[in-house]
């Protein structure tokens, strides 16, 4: 429940709306989950909440740490037995968690491990919400707090959108886990009818996962082109209302002889002119399968330079968790490989 539906249940149930807050201080400061130890709410309110609500919890499952860089990867079981993977990428001072808004995708993007296995199912808002509270616990046994929050794991957040804006509401309540929208960035293909209405209803920050600068090689490597293809998708992203000084974050996995040629490049210059971006360069994360190849570092570079001669702000995202299976649904791939069951 977001917290204004909790305060209406408590009128509608003959409660003080304002017991809310403490419930929710209970559940995401305090990170207590047994009701009986709300401790300053009535003896009659503690007994309603116990016997009216479940108060979920996810359990890791499997956690596997970097030695390199601290990267936390770990699986959460959900309770129809769904596998679902968090990563904690620790940088300087930041810790960003990515989560995941669905069990599989149904996206089908062709560099990505998870689009590979197919969709099963949307997550439930408090399926997102258990993830950020797993990693708030974790972080907070080592005395650290969490910084960031990107929603760039399983799945594509806008196909799962109801859900996903009910999860940002309780992530960002100030009675509850108080991380600020402009702390989380949800990322997407490029759902076009969604993007202005999560902006306008979430005020996140928004990464789109372009990946192409013409519609034959997008559609090939990302289906969803094909309804959305770029043109439209350029000209919401010159609409949409961003705050001053804030720029959308276009993601670009880079695929050797695929999208990383010269005319790429030209193309990519004439496409963002009039948009306020910053570019991420993500060189591809090779998988067992995967029909592409990562390009070699020296292009990589090249990419880089010849985006930022024209004026860009152009940043190649480092690879986090190299000894660890880093890739997007690799771990859950691995685990599932080796226990079935
Ligand atoms: S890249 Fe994202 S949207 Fe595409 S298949 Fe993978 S999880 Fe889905």
């Known amino acids: 429940m977001t917290l204004r539906e909790l305060r209406n249940f408590l009128k509608e149930n003959g409660f003080p709306p304002f017991r809310a807050n403490q419930i929710y201080r209970w559940i995401y400061q305090k990170l207590e989950n047994d009701p009986e130890k709300f ?9 309603e909440v116990k016997n009216r609500f479940i108060i979920p919890s996810l359990k890791p499952l499997y956690i596997q740490r970097s030695k390199l860089d601290g990267t936390v990867k770990y699986l959460l079981q959900l309770p129809d037995r769904e596998i679902i993977e968090s990563v904690i990428i620790p940088d300087r001072e930041r810790r960003t968690l990515c989560v995941s808004s669905q069990a599989g995708c149904r996206m089908g993007c062709k560099f990505c491990y998870t689009g590979k296995g197919g969709w099963r199912r949307n ?9 950020v509270v797993v990693a708030v616990k974790f972080l907070k046994r080592e005395n650290l707090r969490l910084t960031n929050i990107v929603f760039m794991g399983m799945g594509e957040p ?15 309540e100030e009675e509850g886990l108080s991380i600020s929208p402009r702390r989380i960035s949800v990322s997407t293909v490029g759902i076009v009818p969604l993007i202005k209405k999560l902006i306008e209803e979430t005020g996140v920050n928004l990464s789109v996962s372009l990946n192409a600068a013409d519609n034959d090689t997008r559609s090939l490597i990302m289906p969803v082109n094909k309804k959305y293809p770029i043109e439209s998708l350029l000209q919401t992203l010159k609409e949409v209302e961003i705050p001053r000084r804030k ?35 993500i060189p591809f994360n ?11 570092d020296r292009a990589v570079l090249e990419f880089q330079r010849k985006l930022i001669d024209s004026g860009f702000s152009v940043f190649i995202r480092v ?21 079935p069951d």
């Open 319 to 339: 690879s986090k968790g190299g000894d660890i299976l880093a890739a997007c649904g690799q771990l859950r791939g691995a685990v599932l490989n080796e226990f």
């Open 158 to 172: 806008l196909d799962n959108y109801e859900n996903v804006v009910k999860a940002i509401k309780i992530i960002t």
């Open 39 to 47: 401790t300053d709410l009535p003896l009659s309110l503690r007994k």
């Open 286 to 296: 090779p998988f067992p399968g995967a029909e592409f190849e990562r390009p070699d």
């Open 123 to 131: 997550l439930e808002p408090w399926e997102i919400v258990e993830q």
């Open 247 to 281: 720029r959308i974050v276009i993601e670009y996995v880079l695929l050797k002889n695929v999208n990383d040629r010269e005319k790429d490049i030209e193309n990519l210059k004439k496409l963002l002119r009039d948009i306020p971006v910053k570019i991420n360069l």
